[in-house]
């Protein structure tokens, strides 16, 4: 098991007067492979101390010099052990940032050009990614959405979702807003009915932690900015006119997305926007009209394009960037920040970093690589964010097995990459994220032995669900190292075993009712059906993607990954590298092996363009 080493009369005094060549002058790191993986390894020693040896690696070489770009890639890829906040010197403003939602610098005059087939269900009920409750004023559905008129409320009742976590939350778990929100906004009777179906159906159904629902974040930016209220009527209504197909809703839809582009145009070019701490409502707006791209699969731009949610998400991190207060402060565990600036941080990361598995390899600039998301306290950074079902650092970590591969790719024969994955490895063995609701566990074995199971073999409780949406995470990360870093195969033992940790984890949670939500593993799901080649394991993926596809969990970017996912499967299986064999590999030093990863990306981007696992 990889181990970091650290002297602490050596670090508090690297800590107060830190120089570059630091590292190379004091014995202040000591990295060691482990015993059970095979790859090309390098030990990192002090003078005197001795190379660990085992049967599958070659260890044990000279010592070598430390150089410069060594240096700075320990520091990217393990920013834990460099605390430090941005440099001012390295902070860069974009003052005439591109809005993303243009076409050829034209506003979008038609987002929904028509209407679509209204939904069909056998029961009255949403109760997945959205929470409310279907009732139609007539069985022909006659009755219209009128501008400025308050029959909309005719159409469709909301209802508030109530999940009952003893001891833990209160009955109704969707945090609610001042009673005077949206008084501030000048909207009539309409947008006042779009805005409610917002902040119940869809903040009730995108987590099961209120404490840092991004949503109603993202909402108490609603009632003071324009911009982002558009964006959030335009997203609202989107969702709407799967239930409610009527003409003027969709005019009303269309008027709030052209008028939420035109803002942002006017906002982006605002220099307050790019100023440290500020430009909260300007990535609100990014984010809501990206998430609206994102769920709204059909309107997406066609696949040689860039599509527009991962145009407003670089926007966003360009912003966040820019602007993060991290710049006040000398070290990033004193940062003190806002929770529309945590959400807006941590959702933007989530659709920037869920796309990386899937895009080509690049290595980003250190500053670049979503620093912000190690900013405050130990116990901050661990917590599971409510937006994403994953805390900041390790979501940060996907950025660093991303930047890794990057380098690797770079430097196949270099000396620092693969102890640095491994010392990724030990973390992830041992990985513990809390929530408001727990305290969680270190393995995920422990978690599952924990877990008290129903009838039908599912967890019912809410710290439960979210405790396993968690534990996905890391066992996808550890995939997602195993495979694209280590180029081990998917038949690999390691591979297969943390699919099956990940599997048992999602055999427990449920696909529908209270407890399913936004919060659910999807991106999870996904890196699990690029590995799983065994019957019984895709049964489960199966399963999975059926209930939610179904229609009752509300539109979503799932059904079009589905029939990704069952198109991948089957190109990947008729690849020779794909078919399991007795000789997984651990015998060819990691220059040699074949990187299958990046073959299976290059299929992805040619058929499909880039993904939002989002």
Not at 575 to 586: K, L, M, S
Request: glycine content about 4%; some cysteine.
């Amino acid at each position: 098991m990889a181990q970091w080493f650290l002297d602490d009369a050596e670090l508090d005094q690297w800590d107060q007067n830190f120089s570059e060549d630091a590292l190379a002058q004091t014995s202040l790191f000591s990295i060691t492979g482990e015993p059970g993986l095979s790859y090309e390894a390098i030990t990192i020693t002090n003078q005197g101390s001795q190379a660990h040896e085992d049967d599958h690696v070659t260890v044990g070489s000279p010592p070598f010099s430390v150089s410069d770009e060594h240096i700075e890639a320990i520091r990217e890829l393990s920013p834990e052990l460099f605390p430090q906040s941005p440099p001012i010197a390295t902070r860069q403003m974009f003052l005439a940032i591109d809005n993303p939602y243009l076409e050829n610098n034209a506003s979008i005059i038609e987002r929904h050009p028509r209407l679509r087939r209204p939904y069909r269900s056998n029961t009255t009920i949403v109760n997945g990614y959205l929470k409310f409750v279907i009732r139609s004023n007539g069985p022909d559905h006659s009755r219209d959405v009128t501008h400025g008129s308050a029959r909309l409320s005719n159409d469709m009742a909301i209802h508030h979702r109530s999940v009952h976590v003893p001891g833990s939350l209160p009955r109704n778990n969707v945090r609610w807003l001042p009673p005077n929100f949206g008084s501030y906004a000048n909207i009539d009777v309409t947008d006042r009915k779009i805005l409610e179906f917002y902040t119940t159906a869809i903040c009730g159904g995108r987590t099961l932690l209120p404490k840092t629902n991004p949503w109603i974040d993202m909402a108490s930016v609603v009632d003071g900015d324009e911009c982002a209220r558009h964006a959030a009527l335009a997203f609202s209504a989107g969702y709407m006119l799967d239930y409610v197909p009527r003409e003027k809703l969709r005019i009303r839809a269309n008027f709030h997305y052209k008028r939420a582009s035109e803002l942002l145009t006017l906002a982006l070019k605002d220099p307050m926007v790019h100023t440290i701490g500020k430009g909260d409502a300007v990535v609100t707006a990014l984010m809501l009209l990206l998430s609206d791209d994102i769920v709204q699969w059909e309107l997406r731009r066609s696949k040689d394009m860039k599509p527009r949610w991962r145009c407003g998400s670089k926007t966003a991190k360009a912003i966040l960037d820019a602007t993060d207060p991290g710049y006040r402060y000398w070290r990033p565990e004193n940062v003190q920040t806002t929770s529309i600036r945590r959400s807006n941080a941590n959702m933007c990361a989530y659709v920037e970093i869920c796309a990386l598995p899937v895009t080509e390899l690049r290595i980003m600039d250190f500053d670049k690589l979503y620093t912000w998301l190690l900013e405050g306290s130990e116990k901050e950074v661990r917590e599971i964010h409510g937006g994403t079902g994953v805390c900041p650092k390790l979501m940060h970590i996907y950025a660093q097995i991303t930047q890794l591969s990057a380098r690797i790719v770079k430097e196949p024969d270099s000396p620092i990459f693969p102890p640095a994955a491994n010392a990724i490895l030990s973390q992830l063995a041992n990985f513990r994220q809390t929530s408001e609701l727990s305290t969680g566990y270190e393995t995920t074995k422990e978690l599952l032995d924990a877990c008290v199971l129903d009838q039908d073999g599912m967890v019912q409780c809410a710290i439960k669900v979210t405790e396993l949406t968690a534990a996905t995470w890391v066992q996808a990360a550890e995939i997602y190292l195993y495979c694209r870093f280590y180029r081990l195969p998917r038949y690999h033992p390691k591979v297969i075993h943390s699919l099956s940790m990940l599997l048992q984890c999602v055999r427990r949670m449920p696909t529908k009712g209270e407890l399913f939500t936004a919060q659910s593993p999807f991106f999870c799901i996904f890196m699990a059906g690029l590995v799983a080649y065994r019957e019984e394991d895709r049964l489960i993926l199966d399963r999975w993607y059926d209930v939610v596809v179904s229609g009752g969990s509300g539109r979503s970017s799932v059904p079009p990954v589905w029939e990704i996912t069952k198109a991948f499967w089957r190109w990947i299986d008729l690849q020779p590298y794909a078919i399991p064999t007795d000789d997984v590999g651990d015998h060819l030093p990691l220059s040699k092996r074949r990187a299958w990863w990046e073959d299976m990306v290059r299929w992805f981007l040619e058929h499909y363009g880039e993904l939002s696992l989002a």
